[in-house]
């Protein structure tokens, strides 16, 4: 009897266990089902093949597809921008025979060194260098040339332009030999005790704006030409990046470029100049866009203490921005943006700046003269 418990037990036992399998075989055929049912293949009418040719019979299988550091990379191009803003004739005095009276540069200003550029200074301060024509000399000299208008500006007068942001200036003009070689020899002195880098048709300027150096000359429409052709290539051996022209040249009160300025300017952007920005005819005149570059034959006066009361007021900001290629150091690209201003704030002449109101008459009427639409920006 024993013996056959025990062998009915075995049986038991045995049954048990392959029913416990079928279980689990059913159990783990339904897990499988529901798999399947949450997660159908997808219809292969709803794929877009993204994978391109099939290669793999040419692929190394000794070489893994999901190293990405053999995969090609495109990296964007670095750029850098360099802003310069130019303005025309600055004339920080009155002239030397009339100075005094009420209406004076003197008498208005008050040796007040924030007065003249507190509208715009905001504007020279933000970018990197800001050039201006310098007209008259810097000097204490009293012995002047025999002529209708001459100008002697005190050198404390200077900080007037290091306290506005404005970094450097021309002094190829017409008034800078006012007082002789005494007062040529004197400007330049004061304006290197000032920190104002000056340039001219006979001394060629640099300015350095982090690993770029910008170089800069004057030429006026009287000099030999071959000057001109001298400076640029001096800057170009001087590894400059950036080559500015500023040009004392044209009629006086005309608003249209004689046909000396448009051969000076198209040449000196033939040789290698990158802007040409002109004054002296004391009137907006046309921008024109040659062989890719900017040449604006006149930006008027802006701050001019010679006058005491302004036949046409109207003037600008020219800004250039300059876009670099960091890789090469070349500029690949010029942005120009026209600024508007009004060389007063006041009837007359009170020698501070304002800019005209945005979209107004007078705004647009800057734009006009210079043959400019911001669009062209």
């Avoid at 689990?24 to 159908?40: D, F, I, R, V």
């Avoid at 025979?97 to 509208?119: A, I, L």
Wanted: some cysteine; overall charge negative.
């Amino acid at each position: 009897m024993v013996s056959n418990k025990r062998l009915l037990s075995l049986l038991s036992l045995i049954g048990i266990f392959s029913i416990s399998m079928s279980v689990m075989g059913c159990l783990l055929q339904t897990e499988e089902s529901g798999q399947s049912e949450t997660s159908p293949a997808p219809d292969s009418s709803e794929i877009t093949d993204i994978s391109g040719p099939d290669t793999s019979e040419d692929t190394d299988p000794s070489e893994s597809t999901e190293d990405s550091s053999s995969a090609p990379t495109t990296t964007a191009k670095m750029q850098d921008i360099i802003t310069v803003s130019f303005v025309g004739d600055i004339t920080l005095c009155s002239e030397a025979k009339s100075t005094g009276g009420e209406k004076s540069f003197e008498y208005v200003v008050d040796n007040d060194m924030n007065y003249c550029f507190k509208n715009c200074s905001d504007i020279f301060k933000d970018d990197d260098l800001t050039i201006a024509n310098l007209e008259g000399a810097v000097t204490a000299a009293t012995e002047h040339k025999d002529k209708e208008f001459v100008f002697a500006m005190p050198p404390e007068n200077l900080k007037m332009l290091t306290t506005a942001g404005i970094d450097a200036v021309n002094l190829a003009n017409n008034h800078t030999m006012d007082f002789y070689d005494k007062g040529y020899s004197d400007t330049t002195f004061n304006l290197y005790c000032a920190g104002i880098t000056w340039s001219d048709q006979n001394t060629a300027a640099t300015y350095q704006v982090g690993d770029y150096t910008i170089g800069m000359f004057g030429i006026c429409d009287w000099d030999n030409i071959n000057l001109a052709y001298a400076r640029i290539s001096e800057l170009k051996e001087k590894g400059c990046d950036i080559i500015i022209a500023t040009a004392h040249w044209g009629d006086e009160a005309k608003y249209l470029p004689n046909d000396k300025q448009i051969y000076l300017g198209h040449n000196l952007i033939d040789h290698g100049v990158d802007i040409v920005v002109g004054g002296h005819p004391h009137r907006l005149q046309p921008i024109e866009k040659y062989n890719g570059k900017w040449i604006a034959y006149s930006i008027s006066n802006f701050c001019f203490g010679g006058n005491l009361w302004l036949s046409d007021p109207d003037s600008v900001i020219l800004q250039c921005k300059f876009v670099m290629d960091s890789e090469s150091g070349n500029c690949v690209d010029y942005r120009l943006t026209c600024i508007p201003f009004c060389q007063t704030s006041s009837v007359g002449n009170d020698f501070c700046p304002v800019p005209y109101e945005w979209g107004s008459e007078k705004y647009y009427r800057v734009l006009s003269r210079l043959g400019w639409s911001q669009e062209d920006e």
